[in-house]
């Protein structure tokens, strides 16, 4: 079993900073990426920020270029998001990924997500 627990979400105010962890345990195997989505109520799923494990490279949506970043502790599995200059647009659900390889099968595992609001 393989489970991701996300935390560090939370109401700030336009302009504030949150940090969300993401810590991964369990039966884990090799590690390709991790990556963090979020989901603004009535709209789709969408890619925020992806660590790329294998090359140690990021991504990110247009949307949060320079105001996101995302880490990897590779000692902990643990993956952050650091969040500034928050917008009222970036209030949404935030939820961890992780695509892993354990017992020769390559999967993508979730966590539950956490809540981020940023309101005034």
């Known amino acids: 079993q393989v489970q991701l627990v996300e935390s560090g979400g939370g109401l700030v105010q336009p302009g504030g900073s949150l940090r969300l962890s993401c810590a991964a345990s369990g039966s884990i195997g090799t590690i390709y990426n991790m990556a963090w989505y979020r989901q603004a109520p009535g709209k789709e799923r969408e890619l925020v920020a992806r660590?790329?494990?294998?090359?140690?490279?990021?991504i990110y949506a247009d949307s949060v270029k320079g105001r996101f970043t995302i880490s990897r502790d590779n000692t902990q599995n643990t993956v952050y998001l650091q969040m500034n200059s928050l917008k009222p647009e970036d209030t949404a659900v935030y939820y961890c990924?992780?695509?892993?390889?354990?017992?020769?099968?390559?999967?993508?595992?979730w966590g539950q997500g956490t809540q981020v609001t940023v309101s005034a």
């Open positions: 660590h790329i494990s294998i090359v140690g490279t990021t």
């Open positions: 990924s992780a695509l892993l390889k354990r017992s020769g099968s390559v999967n993508t595992y």
